[in-house]
């Protein structure tokens, strides 16, 4: 299968279900991690435009450690808007990687980029599959079944699905831990130890599914969506 995972930032795909990309990528699935904006903002000192380009090397560290295609939108962080322009990048993203599944943030999450990141691809996957709408790659034949990763901290998330991510919670850290710049900004800006972090989230959806660590997920369950079998791993 062809599996797109599209983040808002260049660290949301690691922090919220990188155990369950590695284990697509392990089990010979292609996996295509996406992120919208370029992350420019996430530092109190380097200036944005050299943050962007760190934090595309980060991302494409971190891809490279499961075997996956690195894609960076390269939008403004906080410039994320559910516009035409940004809607037909996003069309474009899904008809060029054709995916079988899409993950992407829940529409309740904490904060502006992760929500309209998840209306847009949940917007684009539906007008992906229009003729009429021109982009560059030919428009794709199926609306794709989508599944919400976990909120940061799982705040009001309740999953439906989960993925024992046990044997490869360590490649999540990995995948991480390229972020250095994030280990940085996250336990200045937000006073978080976001190893630490990932790491208390997985087990507690562990716990609620009888394994060490998962990580949990919901499927966006609409007409056209809905599917008997199960996709994740
Ligand atoms: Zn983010």
């Not at 972090?197 to 609620?208: D, K, S």
Request: charged share 25%; with cysteine; hydrophobic share 40%.
């Amino acid at each position: 299968m062809n599996i797109l995972a599209v983040g808002a930032h260049p660290d949301d795909l690691e922090i919220l279900c990188a155990g369950t990309l590695a284990k697509y990528s392990r089990d010979g699935h292609r996996v295509s991690m996406a992120h919208l904006c370029n992350g420019n903002k996430g530092h109190h000192h380097i200036p944005p435009d050299e943050l962007a380009k760190i934090r595309d090397k980060e991302a494409a560290s971190s891809a490279k450690i499961i075997g996956a295609e690195h894609i960076n939108l390269g939008i403004e962080d906080l410039d994320v808007y559910l516009e035409r322009e940004q809607v037909l990048a996003c069309v474009e993203l899904i008809r060029r990687t054709k995916p079988d599944v899409i993950i992407t943030h829940s529409p309740d999450d904490y904060m502006p980029d992760h929500t309209v990141t998840s209306s847009l691809i949940f917007n684009a996957s539906f007008i992906a599959t229009l003729p009429h709408t021109k982009t560059e790659s030919k428009y794709f034949e199926k609306i794709t079944p989508l599944y919400y990763m976990d909120t940061v901290a799982g705040a009001k998330f309740h999953p439906t699905e989960y993925v024992d991510t046990s044997d490869t919670f360590a490649i999540k850290k990995k995948m991480l831990s390229c972020h250095q710049s994030q280990l940085k900004w996250l336990s200045e800006h937000d006073k978080v130890d976001i190893l630490e972090f990932i790491e208390v989230v997985a087990r507690f959806r562990g716990l609620q599914c009888g394994v060490l660590y998962a990580e949990g997920f919901r499927k966006a369950e609409v007409w056209g969506r809905n599917v008997t079998k199960r996709f994740l791993p």
